[in-house]
């Protein structure tokens, strides 16, 4: 945090360090100072998907879910294929229960992380609200055989902390998904491999 705030000491301008106090912020969730830092960051450079999905993260923990939803979709008409920002409007959707359109864009990012098991860990969670049990054990099971030793799991607690209403969905349905078909687990392995995504739990900068 020290350096951070040096950094803008010396260049006010600086987005990065902007960001890199915001994330701080985040991670100790101090929400209303990481969306003053947040949109410290953006007001320098307005064209960053990224930076934009960060604020619009800290806006909905404000309770600001609809003006969070806005500025993903600003985002992705910059960039409509960035995944943090597809995944985060997906999970926000989830939270907002707004089933369908959730679903519809995490199939649109499954196209471009294929083999990210968060994805498949956000459908199966979508897929369960929807009644879709098959489809929900089926998806819960290629998440876990994407990420057989667990290391996205702070990532998937995140992801819960942050958008679901309801922490205790999924409990036990790591047993029920042994009830997915070996035609299942073989489609899934037959999908390309594309880039991998960080939602939220990056501490990486912004380049």
Sequence with gaps: ???????????????????????????????????????????????????????????????????????????????????LCKFHKAGLLLHLERYQEALIELEELRQIAPK????????????????????????????????????NNQLKENADKFYSKDEDLLLGMEDMASSVTEDDNSQMQSQSSLQDIQPMDSSEEIL
Excluded at 6 to 14: D, E, T
Excluded at 122 to 145: I, T
């Design 1 to 83: 945090m020290a350096c951070f705030r040096k950094a803008i000491q010396l260049n006010p301008r600086s987005y990065k360090a902007w960001n890199g106090v915001a994330m701080v912020y985040l991670k100790q969730e101090k929400f209303p100072s990481a969306e003053f830092h947040f949109t410290k960051a953006t007001n320098i450079f307005r064209t960053n998907p990224d930076l934009i999905c960060h604020l619009a993260v800290a806006q909905h923990k404000c309770n600001r879910s609809e003006s969070a939803l806005t500025l993903l979709n600003d985002a992705l008409r910059i960039d409509s294929k960035n995944a």
């Design 116 to 151: 990210e098991s968060l994805v498949y860990y956000l459908l199966s969670k979508v897929h369960r609200h929807l009644k879709n049990f098959h489809y929900s054990y089926m998806y819960m099971s290629w998440s876990m055989d994407l990420d057989p030793k667990g290391a």
